[in-house]
C-alpha cells in the first residue's frame, strides 16, 4: 500500500504561481500529477518515472515543473503562469509505469483545490 498526501493547493489570479506537494508513504517507479475540473475527465498533466525522465501535457509545458526529493519522499509541482484554465482537483499518483492515462496508477491521493482568477 501507498499513502499519498497532497498540499499547497490555493485561490491566484492569472500569472501567479503555486507548488504542490505530495508527500508519498513510498515511490513507485512512476510519481505523476493529475487534475480533474468540474464536469471533466481527469487528465494527466505530468510524471516522472524512476530514471528522472520528465513528461508533461501540453496545455503546461514550459510552465510547470515536477520534481521529486526523495530523501523525504515528496513529489512536487510547481506552477508558474497560472491561467484560470488551470483551475482545478489536483491529484498525486503513484504507478508502475509512466503514462499520462489513469491507466497505470494503483494509488491516489485525496486531491488539492487550485483555483485560478482571470
Known amino acids: 500500500q501507498v499513502q499519498l498526501v497532497e498540499s499547497g493547493g490555493g485561490s491566484v489570479q492569472a500569472g501567479g504561481s503555486l507548488r504542490l506537494s505530495c508527500v508519498a508513504s513510498?515511490?513507485?517507479?512512476?510519481m505523476a500529477w493529475f487534475r480533474q475540473a468540474a464536469g471533466q475527465e481527469r487528465e494527466g498533466v505530468a510524471n516522472i518515472d524512476g530514471y528522472g525522465m520528465r513528461t508533461y501535457t501540453d496545455s503546461v509545458k514550459g510552465r510547470f515543473t515536477i520534481s521529486k526529493d526523495s530523501a523525504k519522499n515528496t513529489l512536487y509541482l510547481l506552477m508558474n503562469s497560472l491561467k484560470p484554465e488551470d483551475t482545478a482537483m489536483y491529484y498525486c499518483?503513484?504507478?508502475?509505469?509512466?503514462?499520462?492515462?489513469?491507466?497505470?496508477?494503483?494509488?491516489w491521493g485525496q486531491g488539492t483545490q487550485v483555483t485560478v482568477s482571470s
Open positions: 513510498k515511490y513507485t517507479y512512476c
Open positions: 499518483a503513484a504507478g508502475r509505469y509512466c503514462s499520462l492515462g489513469t491507466r497505470p496508477y494503483n494509488y
